[in-house]
């Protein structure tokens, strides 16, 4: 009796072990699929083969927020599928990072947001077709008459938020088409109280750390900044498909 009773009893620490042996093994990797949620989509690999960086290389403190990757925008819908990392020619990343340490010397409660980087020509033709034949026009690069500085990864549009993640009044929304964006005119938009002083420091607060960072203003938007003259960039580099 007593040897059934051993013999059953072996039965059952021999199943039970090599359940829990099984159940502790190490997954076989080669069938086990995961994704890297940071992994390049095809489009991003593509722009990457192509030389341009993404900013989150150089500095990851830098916020991305594509506005054409979402249909927040003025064409009301999503122009970049794929897209989500603000690539650019190195050379403008590296002055766009730098740009964010100048700005943490002056202000450690602020910080800089990209809302658009380098852009397909296929997108400023898509665009350029929305605003063409109307008071817009100033505002959109014309692909008719050559690459625009988004289109060369020459370009950043940027801004400045604060310490909770918001926006400081700059004295219009990003992407506005009125005179409120403009940056040769702001003195006039001060005595017609278009904007404010608070919001005129902040554009000059902005202005200042990246023209210190070697990048250049324009006169027709407070958040756009280029690498270089466009006839240089044109010459320097390739259009990006």
Same mark, same amino acid.
């Given at each position: ?8 009893? !072996? ?15 190490? =997954? ?10 940071? !992994? ?28 054409? !990757? ?9 122009? %970049? ?6 690539? *650019? ?37 898509? *665009?350029?077709?929305?605003? #063409?034949?109307?008071?817009? #026009?100033?505002? /959109? ?14 370009? /950043? ?11 400081? =009044? *700059?004295?219009? #929304? %990003? ?13 006039? +938009? ?21 023209? #210190?960072?070697? +990048? ?12 270089? =003259?466009?006839?240089?960039?044109? /010459? ?6």
């Amino acid at each position: 009796m007593k040897t059934r009773f051993y013999s059953l009893l !072996a039965i059952v620490i021999a199943i039970t072990f090599t359940g829990l042996t099984s159940c502790c093994n190490t =997954p076989d990797t080669g069938t086990l699929q995961t994704t890297d949620p940071n !992994a390049d989509t095809p489009k991003e690999a593509s722009m990457r083969a192509a030389g341009l960086v993404d900013i989150h290389d150089l500095d990851t403190t830098i916020v991305v927020d594509l506005i054409y !990757a979402k249909p927040l925008n003025f064409m009301g819908r999503t122009l %970049y599928h794929g897209v989500n990392k603000a690539f *650019m020619q190195p050379e403008l990343a590296q002055k766009l990072a730098n740009a964010q340490k100048i700005l943490k010397k002056k202000r450690l409660d602020l910080n800089l947001i990209v809302y658009d980087a380098a852009r397909p020509i296929s997108i400023q033709k898509e *665009m350029w077709a929305s605003v #063409e034949g109307t008071d817009m #026009e100033d505002f /959109v690069a014309n692909p008719n008459k050559g690459a625009g500085m988004h289109n060369l990864g020459t370009a /950043v549009d940027v801004t400045l938020i604060d310490c909770t993640g918001h926006p400081i =009044p *700059m004295g219009s #929304e %990003y992407d506005y088409f009125g005179r409120e964006s403009r940056t040769n005119i702001e003195k006039d +938009l001060l005595k017609e109280g278009r904007i404010t002083i608070r919001e005129y420091e902040n554009r000059l607060l902005l202005r200042e750390v990246m023209v #210190e960072a070697g +990048l250049r203003p324009i006169d027709e938007e407070w958040w756009h900044f280029d690498l270089l =003259p466009a006839k240089e960039a044109r /010459v320097k580099f390739q259009v990006i498909e």
